[in-house]
């Protein structure tokens, strides 16, 4: 039977509405859901029927966001950490814990590019230590205290943010490209392990995304040029975030279920 012939109106396009949901039901995890592609993926999931647990050190935005997300329909809340620090990571993920018994779905999106258009002499070791720690020593601790939750999913997808930079090019930052490489080197071991448990994992590889980390580098290399920043913002010809956030709606849905390693985008 249709089901259009069972129920009609606003509860037809309710019911309809629902069946159409690529993530109804699902438990989803962002870190670096505050801003750029993490915030996106956050509403874009939300809308598909996912419940988000929001992560990221910026309270404010990051609130916000859960906001949005509600004012629209969907559902979630927030957690503050500090991906850099141990305890925060537990503390963060025991707040999770209380609401979720699993996650079917995480992002680890959280990222910091430090020490841009430095060349290796000059570049700090305080620069060097803030990429590597927010970007992968923050994905290191996150997967280990994440991983319970996800193999306590019947089948689940981690999805790591990492870079085009240091992955299969350069970077402005010595740093950036080697916490990223150092992200896309990890994920072997981490398919490995969680792989056989239920967890199916990909690396994806953003091009230039008009996040609020990659328009501030744009805006410091056009000043390190003598440019207008500017200017060269307004000529960067950055993709949306939206875009990405696309492409992970479909790795973490059933219909990406067949795709298998590193993911590229412009």
């Known amino acids: 039977m249709m089901v259009t012939d069972c129920v009609s109106g606003d509860l037809n396009k ?22 750029g592609i993490g915030r996106a993926t956050c509403e874009l999931y939300a809308k598909e029927g996912a419940y988000l647990h929001v992560l990221d ?17 969907g559902q979630g809340s927030f957690h503050k950490v500090d991906v850099r620090k ?22 680890l999106s959280a990222g910091v590019l430090k020490g841009a258009f430095k060349s290796i002499d000059e570049l700090s070791e305080n620069d060097w230590d803030s990429t590597i720690d927010t970007n992968l020593k923050g994905t290191f601790l996150t997967a280990k205290y994440l991983a319970p939750l996800l193999s306590a999913a019947d089948e689940s997808v981690l999805l790591l943010i990492a870079s085009g930079a240091g992955v299969r090019g350069g ?33 994806i590889c953003p091009g230039g995304i008009a996040t609020p980390l990659k328009l501030a580098n744009v805006a410091e290399g056009a000043l390190s040029q003598g440019k207008d920043p500017d200017e060269a913002i307004k000529n960067s010809n950055l993709g949306d975030p939206i875009g990405v956030a696309r492409i992970l709606l479909f790795l973490a849905s059933d219909d990406g279920s067949y795709v298998r390693g590193t993911i590229f985008t412009r």
């Open 14 to 35: 309710w019911s309809l509405e629902k069946m159409a949901s690529k993530l109804s039901g699902k438990i989803a995890l962002v870190t670096g859901g505050a801003t």
């Open 57 to 73: 050190y910026n309270e404010e935005d990051g609130l916000e966001a859960v906001d949005q997300i509600t004012a629209a329909g």
């Open 86 to 107: 141990e305890e925060s990571v537990v503390e963060a993920m025991k707040a999770v814990s209380k609401k979720s018994d699993r996650i079917d779905i995480a992002v």
């Open 171 to 203: 970077s402005s930052s010595y740093a950036y490209a080697a916490s990223k490489a150092g992200m896309h080197g990890m994920h072997y071991k981490l398919e490995g392990e969680l792989g056989p448990q239920g967890v199916r994992l990909h690396v």
